[in-house]
């Protein structure tokens, strides 16, 4: 926020006269004046601390000091300070496109930086240099697949997250595609249901690991299936757990996307996020968005380009790899940063901690008489649990105790009512886990006794 713009009178009235007004009020006359009283009727000036306290005085009214144990996709992670003081530079602010490389090497070697970060990550050989968020990489990413395979029809498994199927619904409505959804069982993807829908026609099988349940899986007996028949492997991820669990590289996946947010974006009332999308060499020619390259100048110092831009901006509409062109490029330097700040090794300790802190939530929860938690699969810092009444109504309850409890499911899936997804991060504390059980507890005890 900027408290003070220096416009002097002779400021305002030089930029009146160059845009062709005389007054202010003159910028507003299609506004019709039943409207203005409720608009303009401002009060009395006030000083810059008056109206930065009116402010924070509002905004407490939308802002609770709640816990978070939700997650379902974006999480509240810790992002260290130095994260924002390095992105706060003029440097990177200034950069969106960088056209000419010749002015913008800082910027290209940045998300030349992030794209190997990106591949490190997931174990792949090519990514993109960002995309939009997770949910519309994973439409990019099936799009590739229809582009390499020149099939229709896709299989999604159901523990992808349902936010996303909302994405590529919308996305894919007007389009002659055809799409089909495996069951979950016992939080695991179903092999016999997805083994029967693999065939010849099918560009691609979606899946997402850890799912939306919070379920880990290895699923290289799938990609080994799907090869067989000729079909692409998209693989949905949540960077974080990757300092623990097996990488898609390692199962022979063909493309990966994922939400950075968790890569040290905060949560930001829901934006901006940040989109990745890696994927094997041989496929570089197929993948959307924007690509950064390194090569040498006519003097042999190294340096970066854009290259291979197949998008709609730089060829032939029909032909572009992508007509979703914004990748949020800050953002992209910004989780550049977070991983860079931690390493290797940070990610592995910083996936261990979620990991301890959900298995230490586990099991303080299962001692709270009706809460069953589902451990039929492994998890990492998110898992469900079985409640003896609605879960919507244990997060309504929460709320004015402090807590965002976590995500109801019966939302989005028929049968569900009772189900909930909980999110457990760094951030948690031994303490607030166990006055979010207390909390948890009354709450059950309470609306079990009206019943």
């Known amino acids: 926020m900027i408290p003070y713009i220096p416009n002097t009178e002779v400021d305002v009235q030089e930029m009146l006269k160059a845009i062709g007004v005389k007054s202010i009020d003159d910028l507003f006359i299609d506004i019709k004046p039943q409207h203005k009283p409720k608009s303009f009727n401002l009060p009395e000036s006030k000083s810059e601390f008056e109206v930065l306290e009116y402010i924070k005085e509002l905004a407490a009214k939308n802002v609770q000091d709640l816990k978070y144990f939700i997650g379902g996709g974006y999480y509240d992670h810790y992002v260290p300070s130095a994260v924002s003081a390095l992105i706060s530079r003029g440097e990177f602010y200034t950069a969106y496109t960088p056209y000419q490389p010749e002015c913008s090497q800082g910027t290209l070697q940045a998300l030349y930086e992030f794209q190997s970060s990106i591949c490190t990550l997931t174990g792949m050989e090519a990514a993109n240099a960002s995309l939009y968020d997770g949910g519309t990489a994973l439409f990019e990413a099936i799009m590739m697949a ?92 949540y960077p974080i757990s990757l300092g623990l669990i097996k990488p898609p590289g390692e199962m022979d996946v063909d493309i990966v996307t994922g939400e950075g947010q968790s890569l040290g974006l905060s949560l930001n009332f829901g934006g901006p996020y940040l989109g990745f999308m890696a994927t094997k060499k041989k496929y570089i020619r197929k993948l959307p968005g924007r690509i950064v390259g390194e090569t040498v100048d006519k003097n042999g110092q190294r340096c970066f380009v854009n290259t291979l831009q197949a998008r709609e901006q730089h060829i032939r509409r029909e032909k572009a790899t992508s007509n979703i062109c914004t990748n ?35 099991q303080t929860l299962e001692k709270i008489d009706g809460v069953q938690v589902k451990r039929s699969s492994p998890s990492f810092n998110e898992f469900t649990v079985c409640l003896p009444i609605d879960a919507s109504i244990v997060v309504e309850k929460m709320i004015p105790m402090g807590f965002a409890a976590g995500f109801p499911l019966g939302r989005y899936y028929e049968g569900m009512d009772n189900y909930m997804i909980i999110a457990v991060t760094e951030k948690r504390t031994k303490d607030e886990i166990l006055e979010y059980a207390e909390a948890l507890r009354n709450v059950l005890a309470s609306e079990l006794a009206k019943t």
Do not use: W
């Open 328 to 362: 949020v490029s800050l953002c992209a330097v910004q989780s550049l940063i977070y991983m860079s700040l931690l390493g290797r090794e940070g990610l592995k300790e910083l996936a261990q901690t979620n990991l301890n802190k959900a298995e230490f939530m586990k």
């Open 146 to 237: 229809i582009r390499i395979t020149k099939r229709k029809k896709i299989v999604m498994d159901g523990g992808v997250s349902p936010i996303y199927r909302k994405i590529i619904d919308t996305y894919t409505s007007n389009l002659d595609y055809e799409f089909c959804e495996t069951p979950v069982e016992h939080g695991h993807s179903s092999r016999s249901e997805i083994k029967k829908l693999l065939d010849k026609d099918t560009a691609a099988i979606i899946l997402q690991n850890p799912n939306f349940f919070g379920a880990i899986d290895d699923f290289t007996d799938i990609v080994e299936e799907a090869h067989a028949q000729g079909v692409l492997v998209i693989e949905s991820v």
